[in-house]
Nanobody, 119 residues
Framework: QVQLVESGGGSVQVGGSLRLSCAASGDLRSNAVMGWYRQAPGKERELVAAITSGGTTNYRGSMKDRFTISRNNPKNEVYLQMTNLQPEDSAIYYC?????????????WGQGTQVTVSS
């Protein structure tokens, strides 16, 4: 079993920054993809970014312009640095792990952390 615990969410004003962290514990494969998804009220959960153990990344659309995903393999942690946040970035952000490739979703999810961006 794998547990994912997120931290770092909160409320910021437009243009602000936040750094999300996710720590994985349990029996996670060392080569598992880790990533971040988000879900806004009334919308489907969508990929924000994912990263392989080798550091290859995949971002949704133009998010790469403002968001940076990174990973610490020995610690089994993944991070999401978000800059120039906009109101449309407001959502619950979920850590995901376990996929075998950047094209898939893993089976493991964190409990989510709220990000609220206000103008």
């Amino acid at each position: 079993q794998v547990q994912l615990v997120e931290s770092g969410g909160g409320s910021v004003q437009v243009g602000g920054s936040l750094r999300l962290s996710c720590a994985a514990s349990g029996d996670l494969r060392s080569n598992a993809v880790m990533g971040w998804y988000r879900q806004a009220p009334g919308k489907e959960r969508e990929l924000v970014a994912a990263i392989t153990s080798g550091g290859t990344t995949n971002y949704r659309g133009s998010m790469k312009d403002r968001f940076t995903i990174s990973r610490n393999n020995p610690k089994n942690e993944v991070y999401l640095q978000m800059t120039n946040l906009q109101p449309e970035d407001s959502a619950i952000y979920y850590c995901n792990a376990g996929a075998r490739s950047l094209a898939g979703r893993g089976n493991y999810w964190g409990q989510g952390t709220q990000v609220t961006v206000s103008s």
